[in-house]
């Protein structure tokens, strides 16, 4: 029989003090388990064997501070003349704190017990590298779901249990997702379900070398990065600002209707159907404009504009208020 639930107050939780979130590479990689996808030869590995020699030296990553510490790195995929090709691209002095493998045991049949035998000879280690996930996995005709959060859960129980973070390099679908990059990402959704950070690295076009990263997770804000692979390294061009990463979640017509009202003196008000020709608005019904607009109105609000609706004795009335002194720009695109 199971023993009694162990309990906490919401009073203790105030109280007592906890660690908080435990940065390995500031703002973008936390304790836990963490999922990098990607495209095959996107440049995955050139990544993660990047951010392990970043994280074993001190040395910023992707212009993000890091947190010294001890780096396992099962690169399942390659070999040792590989992986030193690597390396002398990557750096001319490294240290003992990053450790290579490139053979280990399946999830399945004693990989964890080998990492904990490993974090216990090392006791510095904070970062496990798994390159890739398919390759510690077995074949499984079991529910799909159970079986890739079961998988992931032997990791992420490792991770939290020894404060570390655990690296998975995985591989996305091969039909892009415009509407949810996230939505790439291989398997079931119980891979996203058990990480606590998903990283998808994505190119428009496979022969330049430019990519972006797109983070999301339990610790981190949803975040978009702009990449270039110069040198055989991933560098910083540039974070997409939030303004932009909430906008592509809100209706053409929205912005529309934010331009609209940019480009005119004092508020508006009329039936919906009149805001749509005077807004020049024709991929949209007026009862769904509506919707939209009551929908997205504190996204409106933040850019200088109050949606309200009133009804009278012959139509329902949309209200447009210009808000002195809120949003930047009073625009939406």
């Not at 490792?158 to 990402?185: C, I, Q, W």
Request: charged share 25%.
């Amino acid at each position: 029989m199971a023993g009694d639930l162990q309990t906490v107050t919401a009073q203790e939780l105030l109280e007592r003090p906890l660690e908080g979130v435990r940065w390995l590479v500031e703002g973008l990689v936390a304790t836990g388990l963490v999922v990098l996808a990607g495209t095959p030869k996107v440049g995955k590995s050139w990544f993660a064997e990047l951010l392990a020699l970043c994280v074993s030296t001190g040395q910023p990553f992707l212009e993000h501070a890091t947190e010294q510490a001890g780096v396992l790195y099962l690169c399942l995929e390659d070999t040792f003349p590989r992986i030193q090709q690597r390396l002398f691209h990557l750096t001319d002095a490294a240290n003992d704190q990053l450790h290579f493998a490139v053979v280990a045991d399946k999830l399945q049949d004693g990989l964890v017990g080998q990492l904990e035998r490993f974090a216990d000879a090392h006791p510095g280690t904070r970062l496990v590298v798994v390159d890739t996930l398919q390759t510690v996995r077995n074949a499984s005709y079991d529910n799909a779901y159970a079986s890739d959060y079961g998988d992931l859960g032997l990791l992420k129980r490792l991770a939290d249990e020894r404060g570390m973070a655990v690296l998975l390099v995985y591989h996305t679908r091969k039909m892009p997702d415009s509407a949810n990059v996230f939505n790439m990402v291989s398997g079931s959704n119980g891979i996203m379900g058990a990480a606590d950070e998903t990283m998808v690295l994505a190119k428009s076009n496979f022969f330049d070398g430019k990519a972006t990263l797109s983070v999301t997770g339990r610790d981190v804000d949803l975040a978009e990065y702009k990449l270039a692979f110069r040198d055989c390294r991933w560098e910083l061009v540039e974070q997409t600002s939030r303004d932009e990463l909430e906008e592509r979640d809100v209706p053409p017509c929205v912005l529309t209707v934010l331009d609209f009202m940019a480009n005119r003196a004092g508020n508006w008000e009329g039936t919906a159907t009149q805001l749509l020709d005077e807004a020049g608005i024709d991929d949209v019904r007026g009862n769904v404009l509506a919707k939209f607009l009551n929908e997205h109105s504190a996204f409106m609000r933040e850019r200088g504009v109050a949606y309200g609706c009133r009804r009278t004795s012959t139509a329902r009335l949309v209200t447009l208020s210009q808000e002195e002194g809120a949003g930047a720009d009073g625009g939406g695109s």
